[in-house]
């Protein structure tokens, strides 16, 4: 396995996981969102303020996004020859 499939595989597990604690146990909290004025430049952040849902819908999408990663990085180019 190369060195780029492996930290793949290694991020795709911590979001996995990650999302997976924040389906079961989840927990109200803060987020900021860096924001851009009309022209582009930073013009502050916006605070948004999740609840329980809003944690279960965070961690559904860290789940599929590991998921996503890790088929990505198991997966094989079949015109490469397997690596021994």
């Known amino acids: 396995m ?3 499939q492996v930290s793949l595989l290694i991020l ?3 979001l996995f996981f990650a999302g997976l604690y924040s389906v079961i146990w989840p927990q109200a909290g803060v987020l900021v969102h860096p924001t851009n004025g009309p022209r582009g430049f930073n013009n502050g952040n916006y ?3 999740i609840g329980t ?3 279960r819908g965070y961690g559904i999408i860290a ?3 590991g998921s996503g990663l890790a088929s990505l990085a198991i997966y094989r180019d079949k015109n ?3 690596s021994e």
Do not use: H, N, S
Request: charged share 15%; no cysteine.
């Open 2 to 4: 190369k060195p780029l």
């Open 12 to 14: 795709a597990a911590l």
């Open 47 to 49: 605070v948004e303020v």
């Open 53 to 55: 849902t809003g944690a």
């Open 63 to 65: 789940i599929v996004i």
């Open 80 to 82: 490469e020859p397997p």
